[in-house]
């Protein structure tokens, strides 16, 4: 994902940024789905747009993917997802 353009620690800068932009009372909390119906459907259409660059860098091969997706579709597997970090902030009064 960093390769293309992800910056993986953003979430865990967010509630600096919320700060040094001048709010208070600064939370934060993370989501990590494991399982959840959507979690195939995103994975699948990761698959589908990375699956070149999965080749061509051979970190798997074609036969690999379609097994892998294979996995997915007949949910075989216990999908996770990044976490998704929510954070909140309020104004000073």
Do not use: K
Request: negative net charge; contains cysteine.
């Amino acid at each position: 994902m960093a390769e293309r353009g992800v910056d993986l620690a953003y979430g865990r800068t967010l509630p600096r940024l919320l700060r040094e932009a001048g709010l208070c009372e600064v939370g934060a909390d993370a989501a990590f789905p494991i399982s959840l119906p959507a979690c195939a459907d995103l994975e699948t259409a990761t698959i589908g747009l990375i699956r070149g660059q999965l080749v061509t860098n051979a970190i798997a091969t074609d036969p690999e993917i379609d097994r892998h997706l294979a996995a997915v579709a007949a949910g075989r597997l216990d999908l996770t997802q990044p976490p998704m970090i929510s954070c909140w902030g309020q104004r000073p009064l």
